[in-house]
């Protein structure tokens, strides 16, 4: 069997090629990493969640009336037979409103409510026990009840609503995801399980606000959403144009469009020391009929990986930073080659591999020009200047130095021919 050995020449040769393919990426702007500062940019762990308290109008010490609150009124002799009971009415199961007494009787657009042998009376802004002073009032004045015999009860059977829809982007995480931290950032990124619902909610007088909106629809925005909620005022007025909005909502190149019309309020939920102070007044939070509350997912706040790095699309997290390692970490990459030792976990290095890549750059685009940053690995261990912060729309890539593809070259080519020596 012929031996095969490499000579000096053919060891230079796979020098050159290698240092020719790890110099192959080039940039028009290049800088190292500890020139780039973090102060150009709002940092995330400086924000601070607003007091959610605020998203939650004060209900008064005693219901007041309005349109649409439906009475149960019993006046004896006119509404109801002196020679019978009272009829009684039980609310539905699950409404936690107490019995109602008497025949219903809605309050009207104008907040007045509609009797017998009187005049519409108006009831708008009273509590119940002062609407029923004022009915009593007006029937004794009238010569129709004697003040002392006749009874006369006031109770409320249904209480008004407010019909709203909720927009939510940030819904439908499988539980199982969550034992899977790399699968769980994946899935997220590429939006396998976004729903972008949309719920059509009743919300009750005095609960009409955006804490009870989005209680009633899942709780507070997830992880996965904006640090922000959107209200359109009087969206839509009848149940076709709801329909259109509904439908409108769901394609998401339709948004920017609905969300520049006038009576677009947006609330941060996170402010940090650059940002106003968030002051909410509870007619920014109170909600009518035809409102519409828009949760955005934040998906375009993704970092991407490639070259030695598992090529991927990576979340960023929401209320915190990660510098480059902690990003090539989510990218499931070992962070033995940034401490510059032998580590085999980097998809492409090879089983061949002696010497670890120390040479990351992170694409960004700035002003609308795009320039690498060049992390030294082995130095972003030592010092943190070098550990930039990761941006959305980054691109992450690891690669060899020339001198470390061309060692890693000719160790294994000596590896190689050893290993032929041993088969002969």
């Given at each position: ?18 240092s ?17 500062g973090d ?18 109008q004060d209900?008064p ?19 109801g ?12 199961e ?9 025949f ?12 017998p042998?009187?005049?519409?009376i ?6 119940l ?10 029937y004794i ?33 499988p539980?199982?995801?969550?034992r ?10 590429l ?8 719920h059509a909610v ?22 996965d ?49 650059r ?27 993704v ?6 790095l ?35 976990s980097?998809r ?14 992170v ?52 590896r ?9």
């Amino acid at each position: 069997m012929v031996q095969r050995r490499f000579s000096r020449e053919s060891i230079l040769a796979l020098v050159v090629i290698a240092s020719a393919i790890s110099g192959c990426t080039s940039f028009r702007h290049t800088v190292p990493g500890y020139c780039v500062g973090d102060g150009y940019y709002d940092l995330r762990s400086d924000k601070e969640p607003i007091n959610f308290l605020q998203l939650r109008q004060d209900p008064p010490e005693a219901y007041l009336l309005d349109e649409r609150d439906t009475l149960g009124i019993y006046i004896e002799g006119v509404l109801g037979s002196k020679d019978e009971p009272p009829p009684v009415h039980f609310p539905e199961e699950g409404a936690d409103t107490p019995p109602a007494i008497g025949f219903p009787m809605p309050i009207r657009e104008d907040g007045t409510v509609s009797l017998p042998l009187v005049e519409p009376i108006d009831v708008r802004g009273l509590t119940l026990a002062q609407a029923e002073r004022k009915i009593r009032g007006v029937y004794i004045q009238k010569k129709i009840l004697r003040p002392d015999r006749d009874r006369i009860i006031v109770t409320l059977m249904r209480p008004r609503t407010y019909h709203v829809l909720v927009v939510r982007e940030d819904e439908g995480l499988p539980a199982n995801l969550g034992r899977n931290p790399q699968a769980f950032a994946q899935s997220l990124a590429l939006q396998t399980m976004k729903r972008g619902m949309t719920h059509a909610v009743e919300l009750r007088a005095y609960e009409n606000d955006v804490l009870h909106a989005l209680s009633e629809t899942g709780g507070l925005p997830g992880n996965d959403a904006l640090n922000e909620v959107i209200i359109l005022r009087s969206a839509f007025t009848s149940s076709d144009e709801r329909n259109e909005f509904q439908h409108a909502f769901n394609d998401p190149s339709n948004h920017e469009e609905l969300l520049n019309r006038p009576h677009v309020m947006k609330i941060p939920l996170r402010v940090g020391p650059r940002d106003e102070v968030v002051q909410l007044s509870e007619r920014d939070i109170i909600l009518e009929t035809g409102d519409i509350v828009f949760v955005r997912s934040r998906e375009t706040e993704v970092f991407y990986t490639g070259g030695l790095l598992p090529g991927g699309q990576w979340p960023i997290p929401r209320d915190y930073d990660i510098d480059v390692l902690q990003a090539m970490a989510m990218a499931g990459s070992g962070l033995g080659s940034a401490a510059g030792t032998s580590d085999n976990s980097f998809r492409g290095q090879g089983a061949g591999a002696i010497f670890p890549a120390t040479r990351a750059l992170v694409l960004r685009e700035i002003c609308g020009e795009q320039i690498a940053i060049e992390v030294s690995l082995k130095r972003a261990m030592v010092d943190p200047a070098e550990r930039i912060l990761i941006q959305p729309g980054d691109f992450i890539v690891l690669e060899y130095r020339a001198h470390e593809l061309a060692l890693n070259i000719i160790l294994s080519t000596f590896r190689f021919n050893a290993f032929l020596n041993q088969l002969n």
